[in-house]
């Protein structure tokens, strides 16, 4: 899937990088809200509510007023918690695992039509590089939840957040004129957030997948 996916950008680059007019490029500033967590890092394991700004460019395709790039360059947070429905009252219930990144998304997006108020859908990488790593109320008793902690019975075994990961971002939005944009994004993490717990809990061997849910509020600058 990883190398379909790669060799599926790599062919849409070499086709459309010759249409690309950097000249017209625009530029603007976003917002929003972060909902978060990792898969199989941490018992118990609930969401985080984190927040990301930054700028972006609006980079067209073409001649057509509908297809463009999309980057941007944000403060970007995510990671958990121990917030688990189900297990009020449990130790670690309290825990804050936050993982602060500088994340640098670069998305394909198309408008439905070249309307100047209209939907449009994005898809894309997206390449976080880890500014800084929080952890709070972590159990005591478990080596692996301490990002600086190292027991000896435990050598290999960390909870530090990995300093670079990426993932896969897909989103829809509408767009005002244009320039104001409302937008829901998913994005989908590809690579081992926490590489120190990777057979952590309980000799569990799958990947720390770091995922996000956000709702991103875009101006865009004539």
């Known amino acids: 899937m990883k190398k379909f996916l790669l060799a599926s950008a790599m062919a849409f680059s ?15 500033i976003i917002a929003g809200g972060n909902y978060s967590g990792v898969k199989n890092a941490h018992n118990p394991s609930g969401p ?10 609006l980079v067209p395709i073409g001649s057509e007023n509908q297809f463009f790039l999309q980057p941007e360059i944000t403060y970007y947070g995510a990671g958990e918690t121990g917030k688990d429905k189900n297990a009020k009252g449990v130790d670690g219930y309290n825990a804050v695992y936050a993982n602060n990144y500088l994340s640098v998304p670069i998305y394909f997006k198309g408008y439905f039509s070249e309307a100047e108020s209209e939907f449009f859908g994005m898809v894309g990488p ?4 880890l500014m800084s790593q929080n952890v709070k109320n972590a159990p005591v008793l ?3 939840y301490d990002p600086d902690f190292k027991d000896p019975a ?31 994004r998913y994005d989908f993490g590809l690579s081992n957030t926490y590489p120190g717990l990777d057979k952590e809990p309980k000799g569990s061997t799958k ?6 849910l956000s709702v991103t509020l875009s101006y865009i600058f004539n």
């Open 48 to 57: 985080r509510f984190g927040f990301q700004g930054g700028v972006l460019a």
């Open 126 to 129: 997206r390449f976080n590089f």
């Open 14 to 28: 070499a086709m459309s990088f010759a249409q690309i007019d950097f000249s017209s490029t625009r530029f603007g």
């Open 207 to 212: 990947a720390k997948s770091e995922q996000v």
């Open 142 to 144: 478990r080596p692996y």
């Open 154 to 184: 435990y050598p290999d075994v960390n909870g530090k957040a990995s300093k670079f990961n990426f993932g896969l971002g897909i989103g829809v939005g509408y767009s005002y004129k244009r320039q104001l944009e409302l937008a829901a």
